[in-house]
């Protein structure tokens, strides 16, 4: 299973941007996708995920400005992030879990400007 990321870039504070994550399989028994964010010199945390049965999750900081959302024809996960802040900055990673494995994307840069 391999994962391509985009949709990063550098937008001002107040800002959106919409990543993308396109999985190399269908995602449609795919259970759990999520993206997580990785600041500089922090570890990496999660910032949102969805189930194959729509349920999601967000992290406190984002909850009300992001929204994840699922494709199943397009096999395909979004992150569309509105009102960004400049502690949204990051390295932004898609993440899947299926069967008893865990795969990555290459991550996609989100910069945020004061």
């Known amino acids: 299973v391999q994962l391509q990321a985009s949709g990063g870039g550098l937008v001002q504070t107040g800002g959106s941007l919409t990543l993308s994550c396109v999985v190399s399989?269908?995602?449609?028994?795919?259970?759990?996708m999520g993206w997580y964010r990785q600041a500089p010199g922090k570890q990496r945390d999660v910032v949102a995920f969805?189930?194959?049965?729509?349920?999601?999750n967000y992290m406190d900081s984002v909850k009300g400005r992001f929204t994840i959302s699922r494709d199943n024809a397009k096999n395909t996960v979004y992150l569309q992030m509105n009102s960004l802040k400049p502690e949204d900055t990051g390295v932004y990673y898609c993440?899947?879990?299926?069967?008893?494995?865990?795969?990555w994307g290459q991550g996609t840069q989100v910069t945020v400007s004061s």
């Open positions: 993440n899947v879990r299926f069967r008893r494995d865990t795969y």
């Open positions: 399989r269908s995602i449609f028994s795919i259970n759990y």
């Open positions: 969805i189930t194959s049965g729509d349920f999601t």
